[in-house]
C-alpha cells in the first residue's frame, strides 16, 4: 500500500452520485452491531440516496468537503485510476431541531458535523482528521462559535477519535435507524 496524498475541497454538484455510493458503503460501519440490515438500508434510502445528495449539495444551510485519494494509491484493494473518494463530511448550520441537543449543547452560533465518513480501506491514514480540520476551519469562517454531532454510544472507535479531536460528552440524543431506536451521544467542541 502507498502512501495516500489526500486533497480536501468542498464537494460539487457532481459529487452527488460517489457521495451516495460513499454514504451507502461507509453508514454501515457507523451502526451498532445489532442493527438490522433492513433498517440499515431504510436508512440509506431515506436519508442517503443519490436524491437526497443532489438536495444536500443545493441546500445554502449544508456544506459537504471531500476526501480524494490520488493516482497510484492503492485504495478499496486496487490501485486508482485518477481520484477517489475517500471520505466526506457534511456541515448543517443553524440551530439544532432537536430539543434534547438544543438543551446539551453551550456554544452558538452553532453548526452540526452531521457527517463524518471514511471509507474502511481509509480509517487510520489520516483522512478523517484533515477533513475535520477543513470543516472547522470553514465553520469558524462562518462564525460559528461551536460545533456538535451525534455518534452511537456503542461506537467506541468513533467516540474515540471525536474526543482525541476535541469534541467532549454534554448530552445524549435518541437517533432512529430505520425503525430501531438508538441513543447517541451528544459531543460539542467551542471553536
Known amino acids: 500500500m502507498t502512501e495516500t496524498t489526500?486533497?480536501?475541497r468542498r464537494a460539487t454538484t457532481d459529487d452527488a452520485l460517489?457521495?451516495?455510493?460513499?454514504?451507502?458503503?461507509?453508514?454501515?460501519?457507523?451502526?451498532?452491531?445489532?442493527?438490522a440490515r433492513s433498517a440499515?438500508?431504510?436508512?440509506?434510502a431515506q436519508h442517503l440516496s443519490l436524491e437526497r445528495f443532489?438536495?444536500?449539495?443545493?441546500d445554502p444551510t449544508r456544506e459537504i468537503f471531500v476526501a480524494e485519494g490520488s493516482v497510484g494509491d492503492t485504495i478499496l484493494g486496487q490501485t486508482m485510476v485518477g481520484h477517489a473518494l475517500l471520505g466526506y463530511t457534511m456541515l448543517v448550520y443553524g440551530e439544532p431541531y432537536d430539543a434534547d441537543v438544543a438543551v446539551a449543547i453551550?456554544?452558538?452560533?452553532?453548526?452540526?458535523l452531521s457527517k463524518c465518513y471514511t471509507a474502511a480501506e481509509a480509517h487510520g491514514r489520516g483522512v478523517a482528521p484533515a477533513l475535520i480540520a477543513a470543516s472547522v476551519d470553514s465553520a469558524r469562517e462562518r462564525g460559528a462559535e461551536g460545533m456538535w454531532l451525534g455518534v452511537s454510544q456503542l461506537n467506541a472507535?468513533?467516540?474515540?477519535?471525536?474526543?482525541?479531536?476535541?469534541?467532549?460528552?454534554?448530552g445524549i440524543k435518541l437517533f432512529w435507524v430505520g425503525d430501531e431506536r438508538n441513543e447517541d451521544f451528544v459531543?460539542?467542541?467551542?471553536?
Do not use: M, W
Open 6 to 8: 489526500i486533497q480536501i
Open 18 to 35: 460517489p457521495l451516495a455510493s460513499l454514504a451507502a458503503a461507509t453508514f454501515p460501519l457507523a451502526c451498532p452491531p445489532s442493527t
Open 40 to 44: 440499515i438500508d431504510a436508512f440509506i
Open 54 to 58: 443532489e438536495g444536500y449539495l443545493a
Open 106 to 112: 453551550t456554544h452558538r452560533p452553532t453548526v452540526e
Open 157 to 170: 472507535r468513533a467516540n474515540r477519535f471525536y474526543e482525541k479531536n476535541g469534541f467532549e460528552r454534554v
Open 187 to 191: 459531543r460539542e467542541r467551542a471553536l
